[in-house]
């Protein structure tokens, strides 16, 4: 089984600072990484994802999230931050292969508050 | 683009009503999903689908239902709803690839 948790429910900043949001997971077998974002009252969009390669990965807006296998860790950083990165972040895993591929698995998720 | 739509964005229903939530998709994605959204539970999946007339319970199954009898929609049922039941409902598609897309959201609240 899978479990995602991401470390903050709440991440306050000021408008261009740089955030991290971190992402610890847990599987017993090799999975894809997502970063997802949901603006208020939207569904949720895709930021980055991590199949496999380099473990930096750039998504859109800015940010950029690392995959440390050794750590089991993929944080999402943005080196300055603006009003409307103001959202809430969800990272999830999906396991490779068998009847369960494709499925996700989110953490609870984290809110960034962006402050002028 | 892929496009998912959910039929309704705020719904209100009574305890006891039959309760039917539709997503419907564009792109002749094989499989689908449902998911509800609750503060500081984030996403949990409800049902999910593979093909047509499939399904596959999720991890919160209890007191819902769905279909697939088109490819392209997806049915979410509540059978006789409850205020438990209250919650934003995602549904989301996902090609033969890795990455999910979601729709807009139908927030349900059950009086």
């Known amino acids: 089984a899978q479990s995602v948790t991401q470390l903050d429910s709440q991440v306050p900043v000021f408008e261009e600072a740089p955030v991290e949001l971190r992402c610890n997971y847990s599987s017993s077998v090799s999975v894809y990484l997502f970063w997802y974002v949901q603006y208020p009252n939207q569904g949720l969009q895709l930021l980055l994802k991590y199949l496999s390669g380099s473990t930096l990965v750039k998504g859109i807006n800015g940010f950029e999230a690392e995959f440390n296998k050794s750590q089991t860790s993929f944080h999402l950083r943005k080196p300055s931050v603006h009003i409307s990165d103001t959202a809430e972040y969800f990272c999830?895993?999906?396991?490779?292969?068998?009847?369960?591929?494709?499925?996700?698995?989110f953490g609870k998720g984290t809110k960034l508050s962006v402050k002028p | 683009d892929v496009k998912v739509t959910q039929s309704s964005r705020y719904l209100v229903k009574r305890t006891g009503e039959k309760v039917f939530l539709e997503c419907v998709q564009d792109?002749?994605?094989?499989?689908m999903f449902w998911y509800r959204q609750d503060p500081g539970l984030g996403l949990r999946l409800i049902y999910f689908s593979y093909d047509v007339k499939m399904k596959e319970k999720g991890d919160i199954p209890e007191g819902y239902s769905v279909s697939r009898e088109k490819k392209e929609r997806f049915s979410l049922i509540l059978e006789s709803a409850s205020t438990n039941q209250t919650s934003m409902y995602l549904c989301a598609t996902l090609p033969q690839g890795n990455e999910q897309f979601f729709g807009p959201g139908t927030r349900l609240t059950v009086l």
């Open positions: 999830a895993v999906s396991p490779l292969g068998g009847g369960s591929q494709g499925n996700l698995i």
């Open positions: 792109m002749d994605h094989e499989n």
